[in-house]
């Protein structure tokens, strides 16, 4: 009777592990909705489809993309919170994802409702500066700020976004006092920095690489650990005497929490398989992004690192939006 009861109790133990393998291996059998917390166009969306047309390939079927704009992204993320865990629904978005937590209540925990799958892809930013400021390096910056405190602005593309909490990074490292303008996109807050209304800004390459061309501005470091391809005689920050100062903006997908892991596994390998393509690799790079696939528990480890970080700079410089 022993034994007969141990075999029922091992067989019913199984049984939902042995259900999920099976679900993985016929996963998917229809498509695959990957909904994208923002309009069409913006960078989030561009890097979402172009790897989710290539890593459909691999799938054998749809990944169609879903755009639900809102509230910094959480009206998408929270759609996706709420999903059932079946592998059919996946966010793709920003590390706003792990910033926007710290800057307001949300309806869902952006750690613990989700599943990290993996990243896609990595953004750094550079440090520019309008050429009429008298700095050439960042520790030129740095030591021209201290000598003017409150007297320098450095425009970002919004509250809370990469770029705001780089310029922030940047202030409470090097222990000065910079004005923060908030833009409503990047794009007006290059125009006014060309313009010499703000005299500072941390953005992705794309941005400002046609006025950098140009010398209507000047790129001072790359918030990486090291050069980045874009700008090979531009010091990253760790040459230019600030190592701590590393922050970019990246983009990855999450499933709902509870989504069997063979799933998830299975979609991390195709995103992997996709950013090595040749094409895909080449479009990335015309948005300035390095392409990224970590496996599902090393994504866990870096959304993990990444909101503490910038937890730490959110709540250092008190900022908060409603």
């Known amino acids: 009777m022993k034994i007969a009861r141990r075999a029922v109790l091992g067989a019913t133990l199984a049984a939902p592990a042995l259900a999920s393998t099976a679900i993985a291996q016929d996963w998917p059998t229809r498509p695959v909705r990957c909904i994208i917390p923002y309009p069409p166009g913006g960078p989030t969306d ?52 792990v910033i926007i937590p710290h800057l307001r ?26 050429p009429n400021l008298p700095v050439r390096s960042l520790q030129e910056l740095a030591d021209y700020a201290r000598a003017n405190p409150g007297r320098i602005s450095y425009a970002s593309s919004s509250i809370g976004a990469a770029q705001h909490l780089a310029g922030e990074m940047f202030k409470q490292i090097a222990g000065v006092d910079m004005v923060h303008v908030p833009y409503r ?53 760790a040459e230019a005497g600030f190592p701590d100062l590393v922050i970019s903006t990246w983009y990855g997908i999450w499933a709902p929490a509870r989504t069997p892991m063979p799933i998830v596994e299975r979609m991390q390998q195709a995103v ?5 393509d040749d094409e895909v690799k080449s479009r990335l790079a015309t948005l300035g992004a390095d ?3 970590e496996s599902p528990a090393e994504f866990a480890a870096f959304c993990r690192s990444e909101y503490e970080k910038f937890g730490q700079i959110v709540r250092t410089a008190n900022i908060r939006i409603e």
């Open 46 to 97: 561009l890097v979402g489809r172009v790897v989710a047309h290539r890593a459909q390939q691999d799938l054998g079927q749809p990944l169609v993309i879903d755009n639900r704009a809102g509230a910094s992204g959480t009206i998408g993320a929270g759609e996706v919170a709420r999903a059932a865990p079946d592998g059919q629904t996946f966010l793709m978005n920003a590390s706003i994802h």
């Open 105 to 130: 209540s949300l309806p869902f925990d952006a750690l613990n409702d989700f599943v990290p799958v993996t990243n896609m892809a990595l953004v750094p930013l550079v440090a520019l500066v309008n």
């Open 185 to 237: 996109g990047a794009g007006p807050a290059i125009q006014d920095l060309i313009a010499g209304n703000v005299q500072v800004m941390f953005d992705s390459v794309p941005a400002g690489a046609s006025a950098v061309r140009q010398g209507l501005l000047r790129p001072l470091a790359a918030t990486a650990p090291r050069r980045i391809a874009a700008y090979p005689d531009v010091p990253s920050t």
């Open 272 to 276: 992997a398989v996709a950013v090595q």
């Open 291 to 293: 392409p990224v696939a």
